[in-house]
C-alpha cells in the first residue's frame, strides 16, 4: 500500500506542468466573450483546488496505512513473544525449583549498607524469578552484562578509612587481638604512644557470573583487596598496597542438590540464612576492621563443598577444607615452647605463622553443617570440624598421629522489625586455627607425641536497622585453657600457658611467648548510615567503629627490666580503638535467572 500511495502521489505531481498547458492552450482557442463568461460561471484558479484535494486524500492514505502497519507490527510483536515463552517452558524450565539465593550486593562484603542488612536475604526459586521482568533487572542494574546465557554483575567497592589506636598496636587497619600492648612497664614505648592511620586496602573489586546450564544455577564467584603483604616501605613515598585473592569459587545448583569447589568462606563461618557462600548470607560482622571482631570462626580457604538442600527451609552441608597443623604465630598469637629436641618442628613439621606452605598436613579438615530457617525471623545452624595431625620424630624415625576437633552452634532471631539478637559459640579440642589463629592447635611433649590445646570462642550481640540507619553492638571473647608439662630433665617448662626458662623480664615484652593469652576480649559498638542510593548509580555510606580490648596472658614476670616489678595495672593488655569508613559501592545486583 505503501508502494503503490508513493506511486500516486509521483504520478500527480509530474502531471502538474501539463494541466497547466492544457488550461493555457485551451485559454487561447475560446473567444473573448466566451472566456469571460466562463471565468463568471467557475470560481478562480480551480486546478489548485482540485491539486490540494487529492493531495489532501493521499496524506490521509498514507497515515492510515502507517497506524494499519504499526498495529499489525504490535500485534506480531506479542506472538513473537508467546512463542518465546511457550519454547522456554517446553526446553528450559528445570524439572524442580531452584533455590538461587539473591542476596543484598554482593559488592557489599565486610559492612553492608543498613538498607541491605536488616532483614535475611531472600532465596527465590527459578520458577518465581522467572516471573520477574529482565528488562527490570537490566534498567536497575546498569553494570551487568550479558554476554549468552551468562550474566557479568561487577561487584566491589572504594574504601576510605581511619583508624586511631590508644597504644601502637603496629599491625595497620587490621587488627592483632592477641599481641596488644601489654602494659607501660613491659613494653614502654608500645604502650605510651597512640597510632593514627589512613587506608584504602580494605576496596574490594571483583565480578559474579550467572548461567543456567541443562537446568542446573552456576555461579562463578571472584573477589580481591589490597591486604596482602605489604613491601617494607610501603607506607615512605608511595603506598604501594598488595593485591591479593579473596574469594575465587564456582558453585553448581540443582534441584536439591549443590557442589561448590575453590577458594571461599568456609562452611564453619557462621551464615545469616540457610548455608549460602555469598558473602550476602554469612556473618562476619559489620565491624570496619578487616580483622572482624574477637571470636569469630571462620576462614578463607581452599574448600570442596557438597549441600543438600531437603526442604526450602533446611540445608545438611559436608566440606573438606585445606588443612594446616598451627602451633601459633599468626596474627599476633603466642607460639608454642618445644621440647629441646623437637624445636626443629617449628616451622617446619608445624607452621608457627609464617611458614607458608612448608608443612605437611596429614588430610583434609572435614566440616559438617544442618542449617534451619523455619522462617525469615529465625536461623539456627550447627555442626563440627574434625582434624588429623600428625609428625615424624627424627630420633626413632617414627611418627605420632592425634585426632582434634570441635563444634559450634549459632543462633540469628528478629524480635521485632528490624532488630535482630545473634550469638555464634565455638568449642574445640585442637581448633584454634580457626578462631583467627588466637590460640595454637596443639603441643609437643617430650616423647615428641602431640596433645591438642582446648579453647572456645563467642561472638555475640544485636544489629538494627531503621531506615537508611544502621547500629550494632558485639560481645566477642577467646579462652584458652594452658596445656603444659616439662621437658625430659623434669624442670624445664613446655606447652602453652607457661613462660620458657631461658626469657627473661628484659625480652618478655618483644616476644610471642607474652602472648599465650588465657582469655581475650572485645567490646564493639558500631554504626552505618546510608547517605545517598540509587539502584543504578550505587550508594555512599558513613561508618563508624568504637572497640574496647582486653587480654590476660597465663604467665607474666615479676618485674621489668632493671628489676622494678612490674605494674599491677600493667598485668593485662586493654585498648581503645575507633575507625571511620566512608565507602562508595558499586550498582549491581544478581540477575533473575529463568
Given at each position: 500500500?505503501?508502494?503503490?500511495?508513493a506511486m500516486?502521489?509521483?504520478?500527480?505531481?509530474?502531471?502538474?506542468?501539463?494541466?497547466?498547458?492544457d488550461?493555457?492552450?485551451?485559454?487561447?482557442?475560446?473567444?473573448?466573450?466566451?472566456?469571460?463568461?466562463?471565468?463568471?460561471?467557475?470560481?478562480?484558479?480551480?486546478?489548485?483546488?482540485v491539486i490540494?484535494?487529492?493531495?489532501?486524500?493521499?496524506?490521509?492514505?498514507?497515515?492510515?496505512?502507517?497506524?494499519?502497519?504499526?498495529?499489525?507490527?504490535?500485534?506480531?510483536?506479542?506472538?513473537?513473544?508467546?512463542?518465546?515463552?511457550?519454547?522456554?517452558?517446553?526446553h528450559?524450565t528445570?524439572?524442580?525449583?531452584?533455590?538461587?539465593?539473591?542476596?543484598?550486593?554482593?559488592?557489599?562484603?565486610?559492612?553492608?549498607?543498613?538498607?541491605a542488612?536488616g532483614?535475611?536475604?531472600?532465596t527465590?526459586?527459578?520458577?518465581?524469578?522467572?516471573?520477574?521482568?529482565?528488562?527490570?533487572?537490566?534498567e536497575?542494574?546498569?553494570l551487568?552484562?550479558?554476554?549468552?546465557?551468562?550474566y557479568?554483575?561487577?561487584?566491589?567497592?572504594?574504601?576510605?578509612?581511619?583508624e586511631?589506636?590508644?597504644r601502637?598496636?603496629?599491625?595497620?587497619?587490621?587488627?592483632?587481638?592477641?599481641?596488644?600492648?601489654?602494659?607501660?612497664?613491659?613494653?614502654?614505648?608500645?604502650?605510651?604512644?597512640?597510632?593514627?592511620?589512613?587506608s584504602?586496602?580494605?576496596?574490594?573489586?571483583?565480578?559474579?557470573?550467572?548461567?543456567?546450564?541443562?537446568?542446573?544455577?552456576?555461579?562463578?564467584?571472584?573477589?580481591?583487596?589490597?591486604?596482602?603483604?605489604?613491601p617494607?616501605?610501603?607506607?615512605?613515598?608511595?603506598?604501594?598496597?598488595?593485591?591479593r585473592?579473596?574469594?575465587?569459587?564456582?558453585?553448581?545448583?540443582?534441584?536439591?542438590?549443590?557442589?561448590?569447589?575453590?577458594?571461599?568462606?568456609?562452611?564453619?563461618?557462621?551464615?545469616?540464612?540457610?548455608?549460602?557462600?555469598?558473602?550476602?548470607?554469612?556473618?562476619?560482622t559489620?565491624?570496619?576492621?578487616?580483622n572482624?571482631?574477637?571470636?569469630?570462626?571462620?576462614?578463607?580457604?581452599?574448600?570442596?563443598?557438597?549441600?543438600?538442600?531437603?526442604?526450602?527451609?533446611?540445608?545438611?552441608?559436608v566440606?573438606?577444607?585445606?588443612?594446616?597443623?598451627?602451633?601459633?604465630?599468626?596474627?599476633?598469637?603466642?607460639?608454642?615452647i618445644?621440647?629441646?629436641?623437637?624445636?626443629?618442628f617449628?616451622?617446619?613439621?608445624?607452621?608457627?605463622?609464617?611458614?607458608?606452605?612448608?608443612?605437611p598436613?596429614?588430610a583434609?579438615?572435614?566440616?559438617?553443617?544442618l542449617?534451619?530457617d523455619?522462617?525469615?525471623?529465625?536461623h539456627?545452624?550447627?555442626?563440627?570440624?574434625?582434624?588429623?595431625?600428625k609428625?615424624?620424630?627424627?630420633?626413632?624415625?617414627?611418627?605420632?598421629?592425634?585426632?582434634?576437633?570441635?563444634?559450634?552452634?549459632?543462633?540469628n532471631?528478629q524480635?521485632?522489625?528490624?532488630?535482630?539478637?545473634?550469638?555464634n559459640?565455638?568449642?574445640?579440642?585442637?581448633?584454634?586455627?580457626?578462631?583467627?589463629?588466637?590460640?595454637?592447635?596443639?603441643?609437643?611433649?617430650?616423647d615428641?607425641?602431640?596433645?591438642?590445646i582446648?579453647?572456645?570462642s563467642?561472638?555475640?550481640g544485636?544489629?538494627?536497622?531503621h531506615?537508611?540507619?544502621f547500629?550494632?553492638?558485639?560481645?566477642?571473647?577467646?579462652?584458652?585453657?594452658?596445656?603444659?608439662?616439662?621437658?625430659?630433665?623434669?624442670?624445664?617448662?613446655?606447652?602453652y600457658?607457661?613462660?620458657p626458662?631461658?626469657?627473661?623480664?628484659?625480652?618478655?615484652?618483644?616476644?610471642?611467648?607474652?602472648?599465650?593469652?588465657?582469655?581475650?576480649?572485645?567490646?564493639?559498638?558500631?554504626?552505618?548510615?546510608?547517605?545517598?542510593?540509587?539502584?543504578?548509580?550505587?550508594a555512599?555510606?558513613?561508618?563508624?567503629?568504637?572497640s574496647?580490648?582486653?587480654?590476660?596472658?597465663?604467665?607474666?614476670?615479676?618485674?621489668?627490666?632493671?628489676?622494678?616489678?612490674v605494674?599491677?595495672?600493667d598485668?593485662?593488655?586493654?585498648?581503645?580503638m575507633?575507625?571511620?569508613?566512608?565507602?562508595?559501592?558499586?550498582?549491581?545486583?544478581?540477575?533473575?535467572m529463568?
Open positions: 500500500m505503501r508502494v503503490f500511495a500516486w502521489l509521483s504520478l500527480s505531481l509530474a502531471a502538474l506542468p501539463l494541466l497547466a498547458n488550461a493555457k492552450d485551451a485559454g487561447k482557442e475560446e473567444s473573448p466573450t466566451t472566456a469571460v463568461a466562463e471565468k463568471a460561471k467557475e470560481p478562480a484558479k480551480p486546478e489548485n483546488a490540494e484535494s487529492e493531495l489532501q486524500d493521499l496524506r490521509s492514505l498514507v497515515q492510515s496505512q502507517m497506524q494499519e502497519l504499526e498495529s499489525q507490527r504490535a500485534v506480531l510483536k506479542a506472538q513473537q513473544l508467546k512463542m518465546e515463552a511457550l519454547e522456554e517452558k517446553l528450559v528445570p524439572p524442580e525449583p531452584v533455590s538461587i539465593p539473591i542476596a543484598a550486593p554482593e559488592a557489599i562484603s565486610e559492612a553492608t549498607p543498613a538498607y542488612i532483614a535475611a536475604p531472600r527465590l526459586s527459578a520458577s518465581t524469578s522467572s516471573m520477574l521482568p529482565q528488562e527490570k533487572a537490566e536497575a542494574s546498569p551487568q552484562l550479558r554476554i549468552g546465557s551468562a557479568i554483575t561487577p561487584v566491589g567497592f572504594m574504601d576510605f578509612t581511619s586511631w589506636r590508644s601502637d598496636g603496629g599491625s595497620g587497619i587490621g587488627t592483632n587481638f592477641a599481641s596488644i600492648p601489654i602494659g607501660t612497664s613491659l613494653q614502654p614505648f608500645a604502650a605510651h604512644l597512640s597510632e593514627f592511620r589512613l584504602m586496602q580494605n576496596s574490594r573489586v571483583g565480578f559474579r557470573v550467572d548461567a543456567m546450564v541443562k537446568g542446573a544455577h552456576v555461579i562463578g564467584y571472584m573477589e580481591s583487596d589490597y591486604l596482602g603483604n605489604n617494607g616501605n610501603v607506607a615512605v613515598s608511595s603506598n604501594s598496597n598488595t593485591f585473592s579473596r574469594l575465587y569459587w564456582v558453585d553448581v545448583q540443582k534441584a536439591k542438590w549443590e557442589v561448590l569447589g575453590g577458594q571461599t568462606w568456609s562452611l564453619i563461618t557462621p551464615g545469616r540464612t540457610g548455608i549460602s557462600p555469598l558473602p550476602g548470607n554469612l556473618f562476619y559489620q565491624n570496619i576492621d578487616v572482624y571482631q574477637l571470636g569469630l570462626v571462620w576462614g578463607r580457604i581452599p574448600e570442596l563443598r557438597f549441600v543438600l538442600h531437603p526442604t526450602n527451609k533446611t540445608a545438611f552441608a566440606a573438606l577444607d585445606s588443612p594446616e597443623q598451627y602451633a601459633g604465630g599468626s596474627a599476633g598469637g603466642g607460639t608454642i618445644y621440647p629441646a629436641a623437637y624445636s626443629s617449628a616451622g617446619s613439621q608445624l607452621n608457627t605463622g609464617g611458614s607458608t606452605l612448608a608443612v598436613n596429614l583434609p579438615d572435614v566440616i559438617a553443617k542449617a534451619f523455619p522462617s525469615s525471623k529465625f539456627v545452624e550447627l555442626g563440627g570440624v574434625e582434624r588429623q595431625f609428625v615424624w620424630i627424627p630420633t626413632t624415625t617414627g611418627t605420632f598421629t592425634k585426632t582434634g576437633g570441635g563444634g559450634f552452634v549459632n543462633l532471631v524480635l521485632f522489625p528490624g532488630f535482630r539478637l545473634l550469638t559459640n565455638f568449642w574445640s579440642d585442637g581448633g584454634g586455627r580457626y578462631i583467627f589463629g588466637q590460640v595454637p592447635d596443639l603441643i609437643v611433649r617430650n615428641g607425641s602431640l596433645s591438642p582446648k579453647a572456645a563467642t561472638v555475640s544485636f544489629e538494627f536497622t531506615k537508611n540507619s547500629v550494632y553492638a558485639y560481645y566477642g571473647g577467646v579462652y584458652a585453657q594452658k596445656n603444659a608439662t616439662f621437658d625430659v630433665n623434669g624442670t624445664t617448662p613446655i606447652g600457658g607457661v613462660l626458662a631461658t626469657l627473661t623480664p628484659i625480652t618478655f615484652g618483644n616476644t610471642v611467648a607474652a602472648n599465650q593469652n588465657r582469655a581475650i576480649q572485645e567490646i564493639t559498638l558500631g554504626f552505618n548510615q546510608t547517605l545517598w542510593r540509587d539502584a543504578k548509580y550505587g555512599l555510606n558513613f561508618m563508624g567503629q568504637y574496647f580490648l582486653r587480654r590476660n596472658p597465663w604467665v607474666i614476670p615479676s618485674s621489668a627490666p632493671g628489676s622494678i616489678p605494674l599491677s595495672e598485668r593485662e593488655a586493654h585498648l581503645h575507633v575507625f571511620l569508613n566512608l565507602r562508595y559501592t558499586l550498582p549491581g545486583s544478581a540477575p533473575a529463568k
